[in-house]
């Protein structure tokens, strides 16, 4: 074995004792089962899942990947994933590499190809094989992992950007970026932090896994720590160019803010809690990093007890999956029956809008359809949130299956947005109707 892949393996293998804090059983009846047959394997992945007792009636779907040396059963007891899970009536899948790194595959030229084989392919199988079986909502289906399993996430979500909606990385690299030939697992390079490309060269990677592909690409949350001594600090910066231009945004924060005491977190493409980008680096911390699972769910938007959303045809796969907050009511509501926020973030070529409804009525509204015009020249790319027809001039947005409600006096819905383009006129819409109603304009 390798040197460095040992010091892979020693990092990983403090993650199973280390930062990630050990969960007590629940004490309930749901346990974690092992499945067999689950469909197309070729590299003889293992199957693990866990369903909640309370799992909701469409539930959303969680792929937990673990690093090397670990296996699925480790990563369910000593991540908080489960207990999330007993939480919020989600699912999760948990898939073992078997081969005697214990680390994924995502090197291979078989492995970073959409079908091609190796593990992203049974792990494909897996995914199917739960939606087939447990009513699983398709526009819920996320995947998060640590190490390797970071790794394998960005793999997972270029290949499949029909499948997943969403997903976390922690001490991972970019797609692409551990190839190797010869069968070698490890890539110095790459680890190293070594491997620097432009963010269209990256981007263009995500975009060849899957050619001709028009659909909107999930959403991606970067973890990493700044002394990371396995896979170096570099990949986190070259994970965020690569996920921002897949979506087509700047590589220029929307937002930033400290969630944490060490932490510096950078949205990108909007402000909210579900931009289609956010990343958050640690400082000082190693490889050995810790896992915020309530985070990861909140990005998600897994982290609602409610009844899961039915899935309407017509909804965009760029919609967040997560339900679009309500404020509280206020007593005195002003600017008439409804009252319309818009914030733009723009940059050289595009820019990025988000919107807030607020019904300022006694009556709460059940399905809204939202009307206003762009400015000549501008044109819509990426939607979140509501579903907006045509892409320029007088358009509608509206609401997804799980923000159709606004409360009355004073509710609101809010972080509806979108990503367009524009050719020097950075205006502003003058006036919106809300299901034909016309709105004052904060």
Known sequence: MKPRTKMLFAAAAALATGALMFVAPPAQAATLTEVTNFGTNPSNLRMHLYVPDNVQARPGLLVAIH?????????????????????????????????????????????????????????????????????VDPNRIFATGTSSGAMMTNVMLALYPDVFRAGASFAGVPYTC????????????????????????????????????????PRMQIWHGTNDETLRYPNFG?????????????????????????????????????APVEAISMQGVSHNLPVNAAEVIRFFGLNTTGPSPSVSPSVS???????????SPSPNPTGGPCRVAYT???????????????????????????????????????????TYSPTSGALTARNVS??????????????IGFQATHNGNTGRPTSFTLNGVACSVA
């Open 317 to 327: 796969p760029s919609a967040s999956p997560s339900p679009s907050p309500s404020s």
């Open 67 to 135: 690093y090397c040396t670990g296996t699925g059963p480790v990563f369910f007891q000593n991540t908080q994933y489960r207990t999330l899970a007993d939480q919020y009536g989600f699912i999760v899948i948990y898939p073992t590499a078997t081969r005697s790194s214990q680390c994924f595959d995502v090197y291979s030229q078989q492995a970073l190809t959409r079908g091609g084989g190796s593990d992203p392919v049974g792990i494909r199988s897996m995914v199917s094989y739960v939606q087939s079986r447990h009513n």
């Open 238 to 274: 070259e994970q965020i160019k690569q996920w921002t231009n897949a979506h087509g945004l700047s590589q220029t924060p929307t937002f930033t803010d400290t969630p944490a005491s060490g932490q510096t977190r950078t949205r990108y493409g909007g402000s909210g809690g579900q």
């Open 178 to 217: 551990f190839a190797t030939t010869g069968g070698s697992e490890w890539n110095s390079q790459c680890a190293q932090g070594q491997i620097i490309r432009t963010a269209q060269q990256w981007g263009d990677a995500v975009r060849n896994a899957f050619p001709g592909y028009t659909g909107q690409r």
């Open 344 to 386: 733009m973030n723009t940059w050289n070529s595009g820019f990025t809008a988000s919107i807030q409804i607020t019904n300022n009525s006694a009556t709460p509204i059940n399905g809204w359809t939202l009307a206003f015009t762009l400015p000549s020249g501008q044109t819509i790319t990426g939607q979140w949130n509501a």
């Open 402 to 415: 799980y923000n159709g409600t606004i409360p009355a006096n004073g509710g609101s819905v809010r972080d």
